[in-house]
């Protein structure tokens, strides 16, 4: 069975500082692994994906993650945060069959 | 990008009572469509697989009796929540995939329901 862990519940970063938010996946096959956004009441809004290819994937809003498969993880970074970026973020894999899991969320703050 | 949208944003009912919350691709046809659940401070957690034309398929735990999927177009799935309870209170999130982008999914902005 495929997993997310996203080891860290909140990430603290004063605004203007480089953010990472952490995620590592377990899955059989070629991974597929996304990035998604919440804000309050909201639905999910999506960062980027890794498909294949480049490592380093550029996605929305500045946000980019680099994707390691020795250690299986797909850490989210971003190199000058902003109050704006403050939100719950989601790594999530896929497998072959569509079907999607997401890790429990990692809440970022963004302090003025 | 692609859009889906769901119907209502928030709902409050009484418990006893039946709530469909309605899914819809906008810009784009999709043959499946997926219903998450989400609790407070909490991850999303699959429901059920919704394919048009056919049965829902439904993830281990959940009552399809309880929760049901109607996908009856490729624009439209309906989740309807029967006899609805308090503890049914949640956030329900739909995906809608489409296979025109490579099967990217494309999510809902959630429906809020609370049942008093």
């Known amino acids: 069975a495929q997993s997310v862990a996203q080891p860290e519940d909140q990430v603290n970063v004063a605004e203007g500082n480089p953010l990472t938010v952490k995620c590592t996946y377990s899955v059989s096959g070629n991974p597929y692994l996304f990035w998604y956004v919440q804000y309050p009441n909201r639905g999910l809004q999506f960062l980027l994906k890794?498909?294949?290819?480049?490592?380093l994937v550029k996605g929305s809003y500045g946000f980019e993650a680099e994707f390691n498969k020795s250690q299986t993880s797909f850490h989210l970074k971003k190199p000058s945060a902003l109050v704006s970026d403050s939100a719950l973020y989601f790594c999530a894999v896929r497998d072959g069959y569509q079907k999607v899991t997401f890790g429990i969320g990692t809440k970022l703050q963004v302090i003025p | 990008g692609a859009v889906v949208s769901q119907h209502p944003s928030r709902v409050i009912c009484k418990s006893g009572t039946s709530v469909k919350i309605e899914c819809r691709s906008l810009d784009f046809q999709a043959t499946t469509m997926f219903w998450y659940r989400q609790f407070p401070k909490q991850s999303l957690m699959l429901m059920a697989t919704s394919n048009e034309g056919s049965k829902a398929t439904y993830e281990q735990g959940v009552e399809k009796d309880k929760f049901l999927i109607n996908h009856a177009s490729l624009t439209l799935s309906t989740l309807t929540v029967t006899s609805a309870h308090p503890e049914d209170s949640s956030f329900y999130i739909c995906s809608a995939r489409d296979i025109g982008t490579g099967n990217e999914q494309f999510f809902g902005p959630g429906t809020r329901l609370t049942v008093l």
């Open positions: 890794y498909i294949t290819g480049d490592n």
